[in-house]
């Protein structure tokens, strides 16, 4: 079962958005009320037995359709005799709600406990609050993960015994001083799941030579043992996990983002996730940026495909946490060195006032700025390219790029062209001759140098004709780049 396309209107921060661009794994990934939530909220409403308050948020002249693709198996337990076919949800404004088979409704119950039999949304912020409930609050809610975890993982010990030995093995591996009795059930007590006294998992998980329980072992594991539960489950082919980093240490989330992976050929997993470790340069087709427009409406980019515009196996060669940042920022500042970021994102701290989160990252190479350059324009993100002189000379493909047959142009000209492109090319040169040599001391290398200026550059200094090219690339900041 694989969500092949997802159309919001008038729901929330979403005025209009058509999503159909799904792959076996997708990552949403933006800024906090940015909107990622509201998107895949959109298409948890068609679990939901009762209507949403109006008092939560204005829903009733909301239209959503999320269309997904049957395998065979979920054929099956639909009761078509068809080996593949679409199954389509419509909600209505008023939230009435319809589901189609191949193009003829059947039964809305019968479509709410198919989605319901196959789907699990799991809102890592919110299990701890589901500890607090009782069933029928969970249920009237929404939020039924626990409730679903306990029996999901009943039926994954009882049903599917290889599937449930590598969830143990699993957990065991994300926590290896954590032990089980393999005959125990970590989940029991599902009737009186109506106090969280009654939260007695797995009476047998020892810590060392103690016992422990789920409960006292902390959010981190709750999670983590929910979240393998539907993985590992085989009859549960949607799973959506809302920032599955919450409570985990990075170690913990480089497990859980490998067996991700491991399982989106069988399943199709959404998540949501402020966390740059869950961007590698492999699943950048599978990214899809979240953004509020200038009107504070939902936003997702990108709208090309990924592998015709970026050299992947090229990417894989720069990426890590820190570049990762830049999917997270309003304005990224490319520069050429250390010096050069120290410089720039110090003045940056001291002298921008604006509400923009902007990034200055050192691409370490004048030929680096094009991979970087590319994946900023491909999810739409303003930018800003700041080099020095020398990478007029030879070939940088940013700059050819940019000038084109223009090459023999003068050189005041040229630089105001190259401006025009977002590039901001240091006309005397080196960096060391746009800032005062009051802060510069020959014993030192260039980044202390570039340090000490940060700290101590007055606002007249930066006004001035030496600084003008500097402070021309902090300005491009409020212009969107």
Not at 268 to 284: M, Q, R
Not at 447 to 458: G, Q, S, V, Y
Request: charge should be neutral; aromatic fraction near 8%; hydrophobic fraction near 40%.
């Amino acid at each position: 079962m694989r969500l092949t396309s997802l159309t919001i209107e008038n729901f929330k921060s979403i005025a209009s958005l058509s999503l159909t661009d799904f792959h076996r794994l997708d990552v949403f990934i933006g800024k906090n009320n940015s909107g990622k939530s509201n998107i895949l909220d959109a298409a948890m409403l068609f679990l939901r037995t009762s209507p949403v308050p109006a008092a939560l948020f204005d829903v009733e002249n909301a239209h959503i359709e999320a269309q997904f693709a049957l395998e065979s198996q979920d054929c099956k337990a639909c009761g078509i005799g068809q080996k593949k076919t679409l199954f389509r949800c419509v909600m209505s404004p008023g939230q009435k709600k319809s589901y189609f088979v191949n193009g003829a409704e059947i039964d809305a119950a019968r479509g709410r406990n198919f989605l319901m039999h196959h789907t699990v949304h799991i809102n890592t912020s919110k299990l701890l609050l589901e500890h607090r409930r009782d069933v029928d609050a969970q249920i009237q809610s929404g939020d039924i993960t626990i409730f679903f975890a306990q029996s999901a993982y009943q039926e994954l010990y009882t049903q599917y015994p290889e599937m449930y030995a590598a969830f143990l093995a699993a957990l065991h591996d994300m926590f290896p001083q954590i032990t089980y009795r393999p005959n125990e059930k970590l989940f029991d007590n599902i009737a009186k799941l109506r106090e969280s006294s009654a939260l007695n998992f797995g009476a047998e998980i020892h810590e060392g030579d103690e016992v422990r329980t789920v409960a006292n072992l902390g959010s981190g594991y709750l999670q983590l043992m929910v979240v393998l539960v539907f993985l590992f489950h085989p009859r549960y082919s949607f799973v959506i996990i809302d920032e599955p980093e919450n409570h985990l240490h990075i170690g913990l989330q480089k497990k859980l983002l490998k067996i991700i992976k491991s399982f989106d050929t069988r399943k199709h997993i959404i998540i949501s996730t402020h966390s740059p470790l869950f961007i590698t340069p492999d699943d950048f087709d599978q990214l899809h940026r979240v953004v509020k427009n200038d009107r504070l409406q939902t936003q997702v980019f990108p709208v090309l495909e990924m592998h015709k515009r970026i050299d992947i196996q090229r990417l894989s060669q720069e990426l890590n946490l820190e570049s990762n940042e830049m999917l997270f920022a309003d304005h990224v500042i490319l520069v050429e060195g250390e010096a050069d970021e120290i410089l720039i994102r110090g003045l940056l701290d001291r002298f921008y006032i604006g509400k923009k989160e902007v990034l200055v990252l050192a691409v370490h190479s004048n030929t680096n700025f094009k991979i970087y350059r590319d994946v900023l324009r491909y999810f739409t993100i303003p930018y800003t390219i700041m080099t020095d002189r020398d990478s007029l000379q030879g070939y940088v493909d940013v700059i050819d790029e940019a000038i084109g047959s223009a090459k023999g142009m003068p050189f005041p000209e040229k630089l105001a062209l190259l401006k025009k492109q977002r590039i901001y090319v240091l006309p005397e040169g080196a960096l060391e001759r746009h800032y005062p040599r009051t802060y510069q001391n020959r014993d030192d290398s260039k980044p202390i140098n570039a340090l000490r200026a940060a700290k101590n550059i007055t606002p007249d200094e930066l006004r001035s004709a030496r600084m003008k090219p500097i402070l021309e690339v902090l300005e491009s900041v409020h212009g969107g780049g």
